[in-house]
């Protein structure tokens, strides 16, 4: 039986180690990114955001140590890229104790906010309440959590979800698994969605309504998927793509850099923090 509480995919972590360069890049990749917010000071970390329809890529970088933070630290010890996954909950408390329901320990929930710069000026607050499975299941070794949304309407700025690539949702994330079905079949059982297996050992997990699926596979069903162009850089285990839907996706194949193969435009990882940003139509 599904969780209530989780709503599907909310947005995707990519964690860096220069948060400023790092968004400088993603801005001549053709996205537009939001002005930089420094998290309550608990939290040690500061973003950017890059906003589509109903979910987002989040930026995020450690500013100071914290107690909250030392997972990213230690994520970021390894290498930059996708670190977790974060799902929509309409109530973090209820959620957790969803959790907590079948055997599981929620770590949270936890209150936190930052600043955010309006259109046209002045200074609004967005506010959250998250919680996170436990920090040993990690399918295929991409964490997870949940985040409910307190002031939508300071995040979902609609001047900030216009990109010139075009660029309109999240599509899919995918991950590197040596074992893909049990790394999905883990995910499964977390989130409460059916695995389905696709032709070539690909198997797919659902977040929940429309939102963005879950693929698990191999190293060699990823180099079937991308050229090598647009794999150098790319890491060798866990979350290692993003797949966008654009509008146009003429505008995706502009982005410098960008290699066209199939009916996709794929920016190499290397170009993007580690991680492959593929477009595809719609």
């Known amino acids: 039986m599904p969780l209530k509480h989780i709503l599907g995919a909310d947005h995707v972590v990519i ?13 001549r990749l053709g996205f537009t990114v939001s002005p930089r917010g420094t998290h309550s000071p608990q939290m040690g970390s500061g973003n ?12 995020l970088g450690i500013l100071a140590e914290t107690d909250q933070n030392k997972p990213t630290r230690d994520f970021l010890a390894k290498r930059e890229g996708i670190e977790r996954t974060a799902f929509t909950t309409d109530d973090a408390a209820a959620g957790a104790a969803e959790l907590k329901s079948q055997g599981l320990e929620p770590l949270g929930p936890v209150h936190f906010g930052r600043p955010v710069e309006l259109p ?4 609004g607050e967005a506010r959250f309440n998250v919680f996170r499975w436990p920090l040993v299941e990690a399918p295929g070794g991409m964490r997870i959590f949940a985040c409910q949304h307190l002031t939508r309407e300071t995040v979902w700025i609609p001047e900030l979800q216009k990109h010139a690539n075009g660029a309109t949702r999240i599509a899919r994330v995918e991950i590197l698994s040596a074992d893909p079905k049990a790394a999905a079949a883990h995910l499964s059982r977390l989130i409460d969605e059916p695995v389905s297996a696709e032709a070539d050992g690909i198997y797919r997990v659902p977040s929940g309504g429309k939102r963005a699926d879950f693929l698990f596979y191999d190293q060699a069903v990823l180099a ?5 162009a647009v794999r ?13 839907g654009t509008d146009d996706l003429a505008k995706a194949k502009a982005v410098p850099g960008a290699v066209a193969h199939g009916d996709a435009a ?7 923090n580690g991680v492959i940003i593929s477009f595809i139509a719609g």
Request: glycine share 10%.
């Open 15 to 27: 964690t860096v180690r220069d948060l400023d360069a790092s968004a400088a890049q993603w801005k």
């Open 48 to 59: 950017y955001t890059i906003m589509f329809g109903d979910d987002y890529l989040e930026l």
């Open 120 to 123: 046209g000026g002045g200074t």
């Open 224 to 228: 079937k998927r991308y050229p090598e």
């Open 232 to 244: 150098q850089g790319a890491t060798s285990e866990s979350a290692v793509a993003i797949v966008l």
């Open 266 to 272: 794929s920016i190499p990882a290397e170009a993007a």
